[in-house]
């Protein structure tokens, strides 16, 4: 029973997180007038709109696309991961690989930047970005290869590095992240239309901001790798490339004031905020007392567990109303891999909550990312309560042990009675959601 009212209110939040509603809620025509919150552009001005884009929620938001703009749109290329593609008309979808970028992500990034060689001043365009951006598009920068942005993004993801952090590096190995893009458009007008996945909704962090003000620096980037030991670690033509252009040897990424961000605009079209306060109104609905814990949760996934199971267990204790609580947070912890296990942010951070709850009756947890994959696994997160660390230990499975081998997926998949969530592409990314139900 707790597991299906979790996933209702899960659910909900999934619903107002649909890039396709976020996207049709924003831009509307009249009168041959694309009107975007309070921007108008009038499409007589323009001999030809496309659409560029990429990211793990793109798909439905070419769809929105596509069925406001209807004939006036002449074509368009966006990059998703693999199996989040969605039908389309107009709209050319390519599938790649994510978090690890691919040769298919290249080949995908090549064709737009084609495109958008080819646009001058009478074209419009409406670029989208969501979740995965960074990944999916991808150009490796003059000197290193894809080979060296493959291990320099797997080792700082297992390092624990922030998405911000992970960006600043990736925008200086990049030829059109961190406003390279808007260079490559310069003459165009850009629309950018972002689905945020980021803690703080930063335009320039969505995506790696590829048609934005970048405010970080080559220095900025070498610090990310100093501050992970990685230095020795990640390939010789990387840090050579990164402090070349500490020096000034290369061309910094475009900065606020730049000239090719004239006629470029970007708006948020949804984020986990949205995504937040539709499960609030559900768990109010079905009978809770509801309150969002934080929509900024962040850092090591077991410190956000402990974290969180300190505030479930206080609000056990001192709880005396009639109505069940329930506790909501989002946010994008991290993980630092020690071992060689499977899992994800979302997997590590219920079996670390399991087992600081362990043996404590009438709570319940949901942790899943909102795009339906938690890491490198099929699982968009796990449920958990009580008596999950308990019941494993009764199987011979040692929860212990699987946390500290970062192993949560084939953990749950041991003892699983319910406790893996599995969804499928959920179609949105607007990062991580918790639910705690505390009875």
Same mark, same amino acid.
């Given at each position: @029973? ?12 999934? /619903? ?5 509603? #976020? ?8 009168? =041959?007038?694309?009107?975007? =919150? ?22 439905? !938001?070419?769809?929105?696309? &596509?069925?406001? %703009? ?35 992500? +290249? ?5 737009? +930047? ?50 911000? &952090?992970? =960006? ?13 893009? #808007? ?12 689905? $945020? ?14 048609? +934005? ?49 004239? =006629?470029?605009? #970007?708006? *948020? ?41 300190? %505030?479930?267990?206080? +609000? ?48 319940? @947890?949901? $942790? ?43 953990? /749950? ?8 969530? *599995? ?7 607007? @990062?991580?959601?918790?639910?705690? !139900?505390?009875?």
């Amino acid at each position: @029973m707790s597991r299906e009212r979790l996933l209702n209110i899960f659910n909900s939040a999934l /619903f107002a997180a649909d890039p396709y509603n #976020a996207v049709k809620k924003t831009i509307k025509i009249t009168d =041959n007038r694309l009107k975007v =919150n309070d921007s108008v552009y009038d499409l007589k001005d323009f001999n030809r709109v496309i659409v560029i884009g990429a990211g793990k929620g793109t798909a439905l !938001m070419a769809q929105a696309v &596509e069925e406001t %703009i209807g004939d006036r749109l002449d074509e368009g290329i966006i990059i998703v991961k693999y199996g989040h593609t969605w039908p389309l008309q107009k709209i050319k979808q390519i599938e790649a690989g994510h978090p690890i970028p691919d040769e298919a992500g +290249v080949k995908g990034t090549e064709e737009i +930047v084609r495109l958008l060689e080819k646009a001058d001043e009478k074209t419009l365009v409406i670029c989208l970005l969501s979740g995965g951006g960074s990944a999916l598009l991808v150009s490796p920068a003059d000197g290193i290869t894809l080979k060296d942005k493959q291990v320099a993004t797997d080792l700082l993801l297992k390092s624990g590095a922030t998405i911000d &952090e992970l =960006n600043v590096v990736r925008k200086h190995l990049s030829k059109v992240k961190g406003g390279r893009l #808007a260079q490559t458009a310069f003459q165009s007008t850009i629309l950018t239309l972002a689905l $945020s996945d980021v803690i703080g909704d930063r335009l320039d962090v969505i995506a790696s901001g590829p048609t +934005v003000a970048d405010g970080t620096t080559f220095l900025d980037a070498v610090n990310v790798i100093q501050k992970y030991d990685l230095v020795k670690k990640v390939p010789e033509r990387v840090i050579h490339l990164l402090l070349k252009g500490t020096v000034g040897k290369l061309q910094e990424t475009p900065k606020k004031g730049d000239l090719c961000f004239k =006629n470029k605009e #970007a708006i *948020i079209v949804g984020s986990l905020k949205q995504a937040l306060n539709a499960a609030r109104s559900e768990a109010n609905k079905s009978g809770f007392d509801t309150e969002v814990v934080t929509d900024k949760l962040q850092g090591e996934a077991r410190d956000a567990a402990k974290y969180l199971a300190e %505030i479930a267990l206080l +609000v056990k204790k001192s709880h005396k109303g009639i109505r069940p609580r329930c506790l909501l947070s989002g946010g994008e912890t991290v993980v630092t891999v020690k071992g060689d296990g499977l899992g994800g942010r979302n997997q590590e951070l219920a079996l670390a909550f399991a087992l600081e709850i362990e043996g404590t009756d009438g709570i319940t @947890m949901l $942790s899943a990312g909102t795009d339906g994959t938690d890491g490198p696994t099929d699982a968009a997160g796990a449920v958990v309560d009580g008596e999950t660390a308990a019941f494993a230990r009764k199987l011979g499975v040692d929860p212990d042990k699987y946390l500290e081998n970062n192993d949560s997926y084939n953990f /749950f998949k041991k003892i699983d009675q319910g406790h893996h969530l *599995i969804t499928g592409p959920t179609g949105t990314n607007v @990062m991580d959601v918790q639910i705690i !139900m505390v009875e």
